[in-house]
């Protein structure tokens, strides 16, 4: 007899989309919307690097399978970048290439992470993370950090207070979305220094590397490249977020592992969307990403600036502390003052529906264009508003906007993954040389 239909209990925590329940809202909402984005860009990418510029008669086989791993010379490629700006020296074994960025977490989550176990995940994050995590199984444990620490040592206090025998993971993402924040060098070295002392493994997630306008990035694997996964994205740094191309870098028997996984959700990354990939690194990426930087980063300045806020260091986001504001919101002053300043917005209650955030975070786009229109079923129109990498012209403000829509731990040193036994300390501290 089957079981009657049912779904993995996993999902039962698992929104559908993450912004699902704001459509809803805003389905009924009377006044007017503003757009919100998903973290895309309105820019095409480089010029010679987009689909049409791809040929089967220069390609043969471009609408075929590419090797579950990605393809070769594309690895090789990945493997030097990466050496260049991580310091580590990486081989093409080093990297998987995946369906973006999210195929490349999820690989790595459910290679290294047990049903039952937990990752750490500092907070604010990117909200697909946590379902990630959910996915395998797995359960994730948010340690709100930025803006909560002022100091390394606070930051590592946070995320011991959350430490259990059951903790396999900690995730990290810097620049980071959503707060637009780039976590410093020493706290990203104290963070890894301390999963590092406990046998945890990295993740690190460096897919708004290229993204930086104020400090520095740190490369987590830089610091322990034995017990480090980074996960990178052709979506941000070359604006080719639909070609779904991403990739993570490890130690190379790891990768090996993070390819079982892979291979059996996605098998191999589009490999039109690869050869794209793989014209973006000859140099039309990385100019076509140093242009579009400097926008990102005057839009960004010019939306704080406007609202009166700090200038986002990096990521294609704005967030930002309404703690003294609260009543404002609460009574919808807030929002309309955001109008005013032609900033995205998601205000009020909404706030609680972020789930990693504290209800005085207000998360906002620097959007610029008129974002394409989103409809909603049984609505003339109607725009939803999340985040974006938005800069350049402001709207009109002649016309109205749219209206619508391992230290040992007990319990943890003799734990397995699918990859074997987990990292310990034994070889290197933090910053020596490869292993586990
Ligand atoms: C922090 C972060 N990580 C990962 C991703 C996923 O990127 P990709 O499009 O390569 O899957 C995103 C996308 O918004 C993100 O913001």
Redesign the pocket.
Known sequence: MPRHPQFSSSLASIEASVFSSLIHRLAEHEGETYPFH??DTWLEPAEGCRMQDLRVEDHPGMHRYAPPRGLPPLLQALARRVATRSGVPTEPGDVLVT???????AAVVGAVVQPGEQVLVLAP??P??TGIVRCFHAEPVAVPLIGEADSAEGAVELVRRKLTARTAALYL?TP??PTGRILPPDWVAALVDWASSNGLWVIS?D??EDCVFEGEHTYCRSLAPERTFS?H????AFGM?GN???YVVGPDRFVEQLGKVSIHSFYSTPTASQLAALRALDGRGDAWIADVRERYRQMAIRAAERLGVPRPEG?TFLFIDVADRLDEARSGRLPERLRRAGAARRAGHELRALPHARPRLLHLCPARRRPARYRHPGRSTGSLTLTASGCGRRRSTRRPPRRSCCTRRPGIAGRRSALGPVPTRTAPGPRGSPRP
């Open positions: 998903v973290g369906a973006g960025a999210t195929g490349g977490l994050y990117w697909l993370i993402s980071n979305n997630d897919v708004y996960a994205s052709f979506s941000k977020a779904r191309c991403g990521s």
